[in-house]
């Protein structure tokens, strides 16, 4: 009983770490393109879920409708964040950049709540409220079907990166603007498609684990929960990026297991990946901030 | 030779913080001509070349390709134009292959869009794929790099790795291509193959080339005109033969020799 216990939350932890892996992803994304720290990555998870809720709920538009308009606008938002905001910091220092995402962040979640209030919401029912059997394990459906979409995204941004010309760009730019400029590879454009897929794939994953949990400022969480996820795997890697999001998913579950079951301390989980993130730090100070730069004249 | 005038350069200055890197540079470089700067180190030839490629902003005069000004243009616009350079440190992309280093160049000829392109294997971007393969593999033939192009940049030897990246330069298609000290370090069998690469990119391609180098030998046998810059000033400007007997740059140029190799 207990060994299964234990099963069920590494299952809930490798759900979970799939969607903050997707996140992370985007978080790294914009860090490859233009080392831009963004602490905003979470308020794009929470517009996209209530931007969708909203269309949902009091437009009364179909839930694919709502989907697909949700994205249309996070793409446009992305695109929009990076050339009214950020394109006029260019050539200022990195600081300032990382600097007004936090600003971004606090924006975003005073509008958010002037304009959808304080109190959580939760979708109508889309998918089955039904729990299946997963080798013995009950697993609601809802979850299957976040991280079925989770893993679908991950799939089709591997292959734009790897497979597509943009990708090509992309990855060319975050080895070498000048290098990539050069060669014709616009880097404004870059950015600036870098914050659209990486706002597209945040409110996709927003919206997912809204239908699961409903939506709430809380929902912002993940951006924070990002840290731990790029750390532990490389601010630089995509791959890293969701192997640290899916280690932090099974961390945080099996600290609630360990938790529950012995310490009774409450909690535990939230903070759990967060020491192993101050103990990483701690082997490897220079992790977050450590980029060197050098050019020669 | 009396083809036209490709890129104009007028009156350049160039300044850092109070730091004079280049005083009124005027310069031609004509259609299909090989040109070399030459210079003594902190002559101010890569600040030349970067003004050229869009890296600087000249703080005075102004650049005109094709008779077109271009001194507002970005980089990756003049590119676009036809420009191409490599770097005189190293600078593949060290994680990618050869291949994706060189498809990095033929980007921006790609017609196919973000969304065409973000759905590769549906649209006609495997077909727009091919074509360029063909245009590649005529690049990868020419620098013979066959047997390499799967290989990942970062592991390849010194002198393959300028190979790439000159290969790298010309997928573009450049219509000037500018080469800073192409030949830097290697031994005398890869200068002499390195030549014979630029020789057939210029004779057969008919790219017009400016190359900064500091090997004599190479600049007085590939050069049609050579300019040489000392202090951030243009002191001589004619063919090699010419500049051999310059007594300017013989004062200039060969009396600080040491400095220079």
């Known amino acids: ?297 | 030779m009396s083809a036209k005038v490709l890129l104009e350069g007028r009156d350049i200055s160039l300044g850092f913080r109070g730091v004079k890197a280049l005083r009124h540079v005027s310069f031609e470089v004509r259609e299909g001509e090989l040109l070399s700067i030459i210079g003594p180190n902190g002559a101010g030839k890569t600040s030349l070349l970067n003004c050229i490629s869009g890296r600087y902003r000249p703080s005075e005069g102004e650049l005109f390709f094709d008779s077109r000004p271009i001194g507002s243009l970005p980089t990756a616009a003049r590119a676009r134009l036809g420009i191409a350079r490599t770097f005189q440190n190293l600078a593949l992309f060290a994680h990618m292959t050869v291949l994706d280093n060189i498809m990095v160049g033929r980007h921006h000829l790609l017609k196919t869009g973000f969304l065409r392109g973000g759905l590769y294997w549906l649209g006609g971007a495997q077909r727009e794929e091919i074509e360029h393969r063909r245009r590649v593999e005529e690049i990868i033939d020419l620098l013979e790099i066959e047997h390499i192009r799967h290989a990942v940049a970062g592991t390849l030897s010194y002198g393959l790795r300028k190979r790439v990246e000159l290969a790298r330069a010309l997928a573009i298609e450049p219509r000037l291509l500018l080469l800073d000290e192409p030949m830097a370090g290697m031994n005398l069998e890869e200068k002499e193959d390195i030549a014979r690469y630029i020789m057939e990119v210029n004779d057969e391609w008919g790219v017009t080339v400016v190359m900064i180098e500091h090997d004599m030998g190479v600049v007085m046998d590939l050069s049609d005109r050579v300019i040489v810059l000392n202090y951030g000033e243009k002191i001589a400007d004619g063919t090699p033969q010419e500049i051999a007997e310059s007594a300017e740059v013989r004062a200039a140029y060969l009396g600080s020799a040491d400095a220079a190799a």
């Open chain 1, 1 to 297: 009983m207990q060994l299964d216990l234990l099963a069920l939350f590494v299952v809930n932890g490798l759900i979970v770490g799939v969607l903050y892996g997707l996140v992370a992803m985007c978080f790294v994304l914009i860090y490859k393109a233009s080392r831009v720290v963004n602490f905003a990555q979470g308020e794009l998870l929470l517009l996209g879920a209530w931007v969708c809720w909203g269309a949902v709920v009091q437009v009364g538009l179909p839930f694919w409708a709502a989907f697909l308009l949700t994205l249309a606008f996070s793409v446009v938002l992305g695109i929009l964040i990076q050339v009214v905001v950020l394109r006029p910091l260019i050539g200022e220092p990195l600081i300032s950049m990382i600097m007004v995402t936090v600003g971004l962040s606090v924006f975003f979640q005073a509008i958010l709540k002037w304009i959808f209030g304080v109190a959580p919401q939760s979708f109508p029912p889309v998918l089955d409220a039904q729990k299946v059997n997963l080798a013995g394990l009950e697993v609601e459906v809802a979850y299957l079907a976040s991280c079925a979409v989770a893993l679908v995204a991950l799939a089709g941004f591997a292959l734009f990166f790897n497979r597509s010309k943009l990708g090509l760009a992309m990855r060319a730019t975050a080895f070498n603007q000048q290098v990539a400029a050069s060669l014709g590879v616009s880097v404004r454009q870059v950015f600036a498609m870098a914050w659209a897929i990486s706002a597209l794939v945040s409110a996709m994953a927003g919206i997912v684990i809204g239908l699961v949990n409903g939506v709430s400022a809380g929902l912002a969480a993940f951006g924070i929960k990002v840290f731990p996820a790029v750390i532990l795997g490389g601010l630089d890697s995509i791959v890293g990026a969701v192997v640290g999001g899916i280690i932090v998913g099974v961390l945080e579950n099996l600290a609630e297991y360990v938790d529950g079951q012995f310490l009774h301390w409450g909690n535990l989980y939230t903070i759990a990946p967060f020491y192993v993130l101050v103990a990483i730090l701690m082997v490897k100070p220079y992790g977050l901030f450590g980029t060197k730069d050098i050019e020669r004249l």
